[in-house]
Nanobody, 127 residues
Framework: HVQLVESGGGSVQAGGSLRLSCEASGGTYSHYRPYCMGWFRQAPGEERENIVSIYTSIGIPYYGASVRERFTMSQDNDKKTVYLHIDSLKPEDAAMYYC??????????????????WGQGTQVTVS
């Protein structure tokens, strides 16, 4: 199984920035086994939603329309790590942020149910 570990969350003032990291290990995750990696978030009482996903073999991120301008996803395949940089944080960005991985075959990049591996989440608080 692929293990995912997020880090970088915390409490930030509105207008600030954060960079979240997600390191993958285990299973067949490697340069030779492409995955789709996604960042999702879930606020209390809300459904989990996709922010952005990337197909590791291509390296082009796909952004949800509502967050594209302030969120940037990148990857470092050598480190088996994906990142989410968030600029101009707003109070409504406060949520648990999750990293996920899925087999790209048949996967829809924004669909929660298509991702089979999830990290434990990292909390982002905006004051």
């Amino acid at each position: 199984h692929v293990q995912l570990v997020e880090s970088g969350g915390g409490s930030v003032q509105a207008g600030g920035s954060l960079r979240l990291s997600c390191e993958a290990s285990g299973g067949t995750y490697s340069h030779y086994r492409p995955y789709c990696m996604g960042w999702f978030r879930q606020a209390p009482g809300e459904e989990r939603e996709n922010i952005v996903s990337i197909y590791t073999s291509i390296g082009i991120p796909y952004y949800g329309a509502s967050v594209r301008e302030r969120f940037t996803m990148s990857q470092d395949n050598d480190k088996k790590t994906v990142y989410l940089h968030i600029d101009s944080l707003k109070p409504e960005d406060a949520a648990m942020y999750y990293c996920a991985a899925g087999d790209p075959l048949g996967l829809v990049w924004y669909r929660v149910a298509d991702f089979g591996y999830w990290g434990q989440g990292t909390q982002v608080t905006v004051s």
